[in-house]
């Protein structure tokens, strides 16, 4: 009984966003621009369960580039207020937006100084009007049976801040290695400010140029990585390409003998690389610009010799 109610009421709260997005309008590009110049700090403010909507927005954007911390907004008026200057930018998340805690703190930021953006479900309310830039959250219908407790609201809060999060991310350009910095405490922080040589395998795929296709493909099965590296002869002192799934699909769907090809028929000429003391994140960056999933590496940035091969889930999938 319950889980038919519950697929019901995703459907009711998928509805209201679906609803909410398509309102949203160049007011999202203007809040983006302000917080993305800010000088200062974000300053994100609200109370009850907006406040924790507010508070989870702070913590968001405080890990992914932007400077920002959360004010309860009860508390601002008893003290906290001293923590904001004017090169900051002020959020006020209040579903109401008549929610007198943060309607008391509208004042004192403006004789701070400070840009002041609300986020409300009501852009008639006075903490709309009195805002420089208004987000609009709102939703026709709470899930709550009664349409009291803040269910469908709270979640359109939530959704509207994730989207700020990760337009803000793509524009400041935040990537894998910025992530790690914030996060050096977390299991992907670690990971990514770790060193190549602690995660690759020196166990290299090779095959000379004159393998056969048969030959590349017992070499990749068996060295589990989904690639091979392709040698001048099989003395295999100098690289001269690579071979990967990819490429193999691609000589079977345009040859109708695949498998008369050889290695150097198959490969790509030349690879991406990486020396072994760079670090995780310096690969995960090279792989996600070239849409890669392994390196080469090498034992200096000048050396050409393949000491070892790092694959995306020598990054990701370590335990």
């Not at 904001?84 to 959020?91: F, G, K, P, R």
């Not at 937006?97 to 004789?111: D, H, K, Q």
């Not at 803040?150 to 991310?169: I, K």
């Amino acid at each position: 009984m319950y889980f038919e109610r519950a697929k019901q009421i995703f459907k009711e709260e998928i509805a209201e966003f679906r609803k909410l997005s398509e309102h949203i309008d160049e007011s999202f590009d203007a809040v983006v621009d302000v917080l993305y110049n800010c000088k200062g700090h974000v300053v994100v403010m609200g109370i009850g369960k907006s406040g924790i909507i507010a508070h989870k927005f702070a913590s968001s954007l405080a890990s992914t580039g932007t400077p920002s911390f959360f004010v309860n907004a009860a508390e601002a008026v008893h003290g906290d207020l001293g923590m904001i200057n004017s090169s900051d930018v002020a959020v006020l998340v209040s579903n109401s937006g008549a929610t007198s805690e943060v309607l008391n703190v509208i004042l004192p930021l403006r004789n701070i100084g400070c840009v002041v953006v609300a986020l409300t479900g009501d852009r008639r309310s006075q903490l709309a009007r009195e805002a420089d830039l208004v987000l609009s959250v709102h939703v026709d219908h709470e899930s709550c049976p009664l349409g009291l407790a803040p269910t469908t609201s709270t979640t359109a809060a939530l959704l509207m801040t994730d989207a700020l999060v990760v337009c803000l991310m793509e524009r400041r350009k935040f990537n894998a290695e910025n992530f790690a910095v914030y996060h050096p405490g977390g299991a992907l922080g670690r990971q990514l400010l770790g060193r190549i040589v602690n995660r690759m395998t020196t166990n290299v795929p090779k095959v000379a140029k004159d393998d056969s296709f048969k030959q590349v493909v017992v070499e990749m099965s068996d060295k589990h990585l989904g690639m091979t590296m392709v040698y001048e002869d099989a003395t295999y002192s100098k690289c001269v390409g690579i071979i990967t799934d990819g490429d193999l699909r691609r000589a079977v769907l345009h040859h109708d003998d695949a498998l008369s090809l050889n290695a150097a028929q198959i490969m790509t000429a030349g690879f991406k690389s990486i020396h072994q003391k760079a670090l995780l994140s310096d690969a995960l960056a090279i792989m996600d610009k070239y849409n890669i999933t392994t390196l080469a590496v090498t034992e200096t940035k000048t050396s050409t010799d393949i000491i070892g091969i790092i694959s995306i889930h020598h990054i990701i999938d370590f335990n």
